[in-house]
């Protein structure tokens, strides 16, 4: 996903962008400092300073785009984040890389849970929340034509495109839409491979549902949710992030009082502790595609 936000970044800029790294990035973005070396600046270990810079580019003009690892550029600096970009609706662009528990081995500074739930309370926030390269690409589109503070989470390489085709991708994507089925399940970013698997677990036991991504929570994703899932009697949400708080609270307060039941998968808030490289992480915290498959099977069963 980073070579292809790289690649679009390069392809997209005009001159008044500008790309400031956090002291990394090494051996990715290098094709864009050769090419633009007057609108790059490595700012260091310094993501208050460096978000507070982009707030004043930004206020010149420019789109600015800030790049870090996942909670380094959030959670370190979310004081500027709030004050200085968002107050003021500023085009500055958040990217984090490594969401989840992607960079897990390196411990809870390293686990970037509670971006989602901190950043999608700030005022004119738009979360971009991309599943595969081809929506990182849709994503980099929509920034570039739209104005105002936006958060980009991606994981890292090698992530595989289950949108077929890059010109299909929208707001809200199904991929598997010649299904018939009561039940919808979710993916948030950088879990969508795993609901891909969950799919495929379920339709051996007999269950058959629809599975979406969202990679764009604007302004319109709540008009654009209720007519894409109301007729949903299931919804199923799956995220490498905090089950409280997280995407799956969203869509539990846009279908508040319908018909339709909601069940939200993500990260236990008191496991903190755990150190341990992705795959362990999202086990020992009931994210494996098995455990969802068998939490989901019994959620229908006693709910209907």
């Not at 500027?80 to 968002?86: E, P, S, T």
Request: net charge positive; charged share 20%; hydrophobic share 40%.
């Amino acid at each position: 996903m980073r070579n292809t936000f790289i690649k679009k970044l390069i392809e997209l800029t005009d001159k008044d962008t500008f790309f400031f790294v956090g002291d990394l990035g090494f051996s990715v973005i290098e094709g864009f400092q050769k090419k633009f070396p007057k609108q790059f600046m490595n700012a260091g270990i310094a993501e208050q300073n460096m978000t507070g810079m982009s707030a004043g580019l930004a206020l010149e003009g420019s789109k600015v785009f800030t790049y870090s690892i996942g909670n380094f550029n959030t959670t370190r600096c979310l004081e500027q984040i709030r004050n200085d970009v968002c107050l003021h609706n500023l085009d500055v662009n958040i990217v984090s890389v490594g969401g989840g528990f992607i960079y897990g081995s390196l411990g809870y500074s390293h686990h970037a849970v509670q971006d989602i739930a901190m950043l999608g309370s700030l005022p004119n926030m738009t979360l971009l929340l991309p599943g595969d390269p081809h929506e990182v690409e849709f994503c980099m589109k929509y920034i570039f034509k739209n104005k105002g503070p936006k958060y980009l989470r991606i994981g890292k390489n090698g992530t595989p495109c289950f949108n077929k085709n890059p010109k299909t991708v929208k707001n809200i994507n199904c991929f598997n839409e010649n299904v018939k089925a009561n039940i919808a399940i979710i993916s948030v970013s950088t879990m969508l491979p795993t609901v891909v698997e969950i799919n495929k677990i379920l339709e051996k036991k007999g269950i058959r549902s629809n599975i979406f991504s969202c990679p764009i929570i604007d302004k319109d994703f709540a008009a654009d949710a209720r007519k894409r899932f109301k007729k949903f009697d299931f919804i199923f949400t799956v995220e490498e992030h905090l089950s409280a708080f997280g995407f799956g609270s969203i869509i539990s307060n846009i279908f508040e009082g319908k018909k339709n039941t909601t069940k939200s998968f993500g990260a236990e808030r008191d496991l903190c502790k755990l150190t341990g490289n992705q795959g362990y992480l999202c086990e020992s915290h009931g994210l494996g595609a098995n455990n969802i498959a068998s939490e989901i099977k019994k959620f229908i069963k006693i709910n209907n």
